[in-house]
């Protein structure tokens, strides 16, 4: 099993769209990450966990999911780097992979420390828009399909009928 711990803010500060987003909404841009991980869990296989900061905010840790992903806000006075620290040590085994997608040098020493792989903000953009042009061709390609036919007919007269359904004629 491959799991992926990302540190939610600081990938949020990386990427350019997300950036753009956080400057109108915060929420907004939380959101979006949040449908973006959903299609890259979705599509590699990941299991995928965000970590939000909530050190600033009183309360207690909320766990939820999102889209199929798991979203951690931290309990206040604890750092989405401890929480990933801490999920890091818990989830490491023999038949788990785990890797954090973070440019927090700091805590990719750490996380090396425990097992864990890192992927820089950098790197993870470039795996995740991969990803979603292989989503793109993927869809392509199906749409690109000619049902297979149950009856025995000429291509000619499966063009014309294909038209009809997709009003076309």
Avoid at 37 to 56: E, N, W
Avoid at 93 to 114: H, L, P
Avoid at 122 to 150: A, C, G, H, M, W
Wanted: proline fraction near 1%.
């Amino acid at each position: 099993m491959e799991i992926l711990l990302v540190d939610g803010y600081n990938i949020i500060g990386a990427w350019k769209e997300l950036q753009q987003l956080k400057q109108r909404s915060l929420v907004d841009s939380r959101d979006r990450l949040i449908e973006m991980m959903a299609d890259y869990q979705a599509f590699s296989g990941m299991r995928v966990i965000v970590v939000f900061d909530a050190y600033l905010v009183p309360g207690r840790a909320t766990k939820l999911k999102q889209h199929n992903v798991e979203v951690i806000f931290t309990k206040s006075k604890e750092t989405a780097d401890a929480r990933i620290e801490r999920l890091t040590n818990e989830l490491m085994n023999r038949r788990t992979k785990v890797y954090v997608a973070t440019s927090d040098m700091t805590e990719q020493n750490v996380i090396f420390g425990n097992g864990a792989l890192r992927k820089s903000a950098r790197e993870f953009e470039i795996d995740y828009l991969t990803t979603q042009k292989n989503i793109s061709e993927k869809v392509q390609e199906s749409v690109q399909k000619i049902p297979v036919r149950k009856i025995n007919i000429s291509d000619e007269v499966a063009i014309k009928l294909e038209e009809m359904r997709r009003g076309k004629f």
